[in-house]
């Protein structure tokens, strides 16, 4: 990995060596992140003066820093209790038969929904008809200029369209996702255009899309929104089964590699999910959504910008503790989602 490439880097970098109390002088500090822009390994690091190291940690620190608050913490929501005590700002639990609400906390709240937008990806994409053999090629213009997110796809990769939507669908791999929708009739705009045009015939008035991959905090929407597409999404046997499946190996060049699926609850025997999509950007904080059943009821469920890497599945265990537990007299207020 290359260290310190830019001039604002290596300022930052000497901040923090005279913040830590460096008598280099400034030749020297900027000789040192020269030597250090020449070193690739760890190890090579590792070798360097103490005090540069502890300087590379601060910057690394900063450029890394996930300390930003998500939209839902500016605007107050995880401020709301609620009787499960749960770590998400938004969450909304929906009977998938009766459209019954069975819980809700914030639902009507409008948020970014990071990778959450890739379900709305995937609709498009079968209900558009397109082959799933044919080949679909990543490129630069699937390369995240957002979040400068990584990728396993490297630019070049050929993949059967089918493929493509089990990563994106599964893995949450944002390539896959984008270069569905370049390929698709009219390019990326058209297709960012029906995701839209679908969202409105489904009613969700909440909803906008600039983009498939969920990597923008533009693509924004709420939980009742949400339940409504995951109903919608249940209906096709393809998207529960690439939603729901655990791990998928794909050939990449000469390897076979590994894709696994976001959501570990997919592997638990406690769940019996259809279908479920997790997301995450800074600002729309750890999202989830799931259809599954448990006590004798089909049961949709949102959770949006909880706190904490494992809170939303945190949240999802107290929601099924709490619907198991009190099946024979939990009562679903007089609300109704919309449909």
């Known amino acids: 990995m290359k260290t310190f490439a830019t001039l604002?880097?290596?300022?930052?970098?000497?901040a923090a060596l005279l913040s830590a109390g460096c008598a280099w002088p400034v030749s020297g500090a900027f000789a040192a992140t020269a030597s250090v822009e020449k070193q690739s390994s760890k190890s090579s690091v590792r070798k360097a003066k103490p005090a540069l190291r502890s300087a590379h940690k601060q910057v690394v620190l900063a450029v890394n820093d996930t300390s930003k608050p998500s939209f839902g913490q500016l605007y107050g929501l995880h401020k709301v209790d609620d009787p499960l005590a749960l770590k998400s700002s938004v969450a909304l639990v929906v009977d998938q038969d009766t459209n019954e609400v069975l819980f809700s906390k914030n639902s009507q709240a409008v948020l970014?929904?990071?990778?959450i937008t890739k379900?709305?990806?995937?609709?498009?994409v079968v209900e558009a008809g397109q082959s799933l053999d044919e080949r679909v090629a990543v490129t630069d213009e699937d390369i995240d200029s957002?979040?400068?997110t990584r990728s396993r796809l490297a630019v070049g990769t050929s993949l059967p369209r089918g493929e493509m939507l089990h990563l994106a669908l599964m893995s949450s791999e944002n390539r896959a996702a984008n270069a569905l929708g370049r390929n698709y009739p009219g390019g990326l705009s058209a297709f960012v255009t029906a995701m839209n045009l679908k969202a409105q015939s489904l009613g969700m008035h909440d909803t906008h899309y600039v983009e498939p991959t969920g990597l923008s905090s533009r693509n924004q929407s709420s939980a009742q929104d949400l339940a409504m597409l995951v109903k919608v999404a249940h209906e096709y046997p393809l998207l529960r089964e690439l939603t729901t499946s655990r791990e998928h190996?794909?050939?990449?060049g000469r390897r076979q590699v590994q894709f696994h699926n976001t959501n570990g609850l997919v592997g638990s025997p406690a769940w019996d999910i259809g279908l479920q999509k997790t997301g995450y950007i800074t600002e729309a904080g750890r999202c989830l959504v799931m259809q599954?059943?448990?006590?004798?009821?089909?049961?949709?469920?949102?959770?949006?910008?909880s706190t904490g890497k494992y809170s939303r599945?945190?949240?999802?265990e107290r929601v099924r503790k709490w619907i198991n537990t009190n099946a024979a007299t939990i009562v679903a207020p007089v609300t109704k989602l919309s449909s």
């Open 146 to 148: 957002e979040k400068n």
């Open 313 to 316: 599945i945190g949240d999802a």
């Open 119 to 124: 379900l709305m990806t995937a609709l498009v």
């Open 249 to 252: 190996q794909v050939a990449l």
């Open 292 to 305: 599954a059943r448990m006590a004798g009821r089909k049961l949709i469920m949102v959770f949006l910008d």
């Open 8 to 14: 604002s880097t290596r300022t930052a970098l000497l």
């Open 112 to 115: 970014p929904i990071a990778s």
